[in-house]
């Protein structure tokens, strides 16, 4: 690891934020009804700060509130409905917010689909390209100015150590001439998320908005919806093939790295890099066998920018 914060995998949310007065803060945190964005919305309300949580389910995002508000009853926690597969819907949130006139401090793109079906989303892109980047891709546009206003502000952009099993065509994102892959298109997805992490960081480190990548770890949640049982058992069987098998983690060690990333004093003069147990991780020249790292080709700067270019163009 390039980063010493004295905290690792098994550190959890918690113990990242001890001490932490975030009061005055706003952090909008996707995918917040449940599993890491439940408990990441939970543990930044924790200290202090008021968290927008938006997610497509309206009744169940009420149900994430009372369940925050039962263990912490002065939690100031906002709501935010969105569709990250419909580019309408994120379009309406993003002015929605906006037009609340309020300040926004941070930026936590949670939410995310994983080894679906091959399926299209309602503007027609495959569906983990969709929802996993350009939706959360648009989100951010559109919410770029506020953090700008706000700034020191922060972006968060969960990928995976999942972005090593496959890389982004940008010839194909649809893949309309290749056979389609879950896990390969997951890859796809999630090295797109460092990649757009980075182009962020690029473009906007200058007026006070840094972007870090995430891998927050293997956790049991509602991310495995889709998965078939021979996909599952496809995921159990790439994770024991690695020399050091990766520990499986609760929620709360699960979102300690998005949390960490959004706040660690120790990040404030550093970007477009990327996170995992609560450190900064090293560039691997390959995706063989690394136990921890981000793949070379997911940290370059040029093909953050084609990704941009192309990113900006599909959702006009």
């Not at 917040?32 to 995002?61: C, D, I």
């Not at 891709?137 to 206003?149: I, Y």
């Amino acid at each position: 690891m390039t980063t010493s914060s004295g905290f690792s995998g098994s550190s959890t949310t918690d113990e990242v934020l001890s001490g932490m007065d975030l009061s005055g803060r706003r952090y909008l945190v996707t995918g917040a009804s449940g599993g890491l964005g439940l408990e990441t919305s939970r543990a930044l309300a924790a200290r202090g700060a008021t968290v927008v949580m938006a997610a497509r389910n309206v009744s169940k995002n009420e149900a994430a509130i009372t369940t925050i508000k039962e263990q912490h009853p002065q939690a100031r926690l906002e709501t935010l409905t969105i569709e990250l597969g419909s580019l309408a819907s994120v379009r309406a949130a993003a002015s929605e917010f906006v037009a609340r006139g309020v300040p926004l401090h941070g930026l936590i793109l949670n939410a995310g689909i994983m080894a679906t079906p091959q399926e299209k989303t309602i503007d027609g892109f495959e569906s983990q390209f969709g929802v996993d980047h350009l939706g959360h891709f648009l989100l951010a546009r559109e919410l770029l100015p506020l953090l700008v206003q706000s700034a020191p502000a922060r972006v968060v952009v969960l990928s995976s150590a999942g972005h090593r099993a496959g890389d982004i065509d940008l010839a194909d994102y649809n893949f309309e001439k290749r056979v389609y892959e879950p896990f390969l298109a997951y890859g796809a997805a999630k090295t797109c998320n460092v990649l757009h992490a980075v182009g962020i960081d690029q473009r906007y480190r200058d007026q006070g908005v840094r972007a870090f990548a995430v891998h927050p770890g293997v956790i049991a949640t509602e991310l495995s919806r889709y998965m078939t049982p021979e996909v599952l058992t496809s995921l159990i069987e790439r994770l024991s093939e690695r020399p050091t098998a990766m520990a499986w983690k609760t929620p709360e060690q699960g979102a300690a790295t998005s949390v960490w990333a959004a706040t660690s004093p120790l990040l404030d003069d550093r970007g477009g890099e990327y996170c995992e147990d609560c450190n900064v991780s090293p560039v691997v020249d390959n995706d063989s066998q690394a136990d921890i790292g981000v793949v070379r080709r997911a940290m370059d700067s040029d093909r953050a920018n084609q990704l941009w270019t192309l990113s900006n163009d599909l959702v006009g």
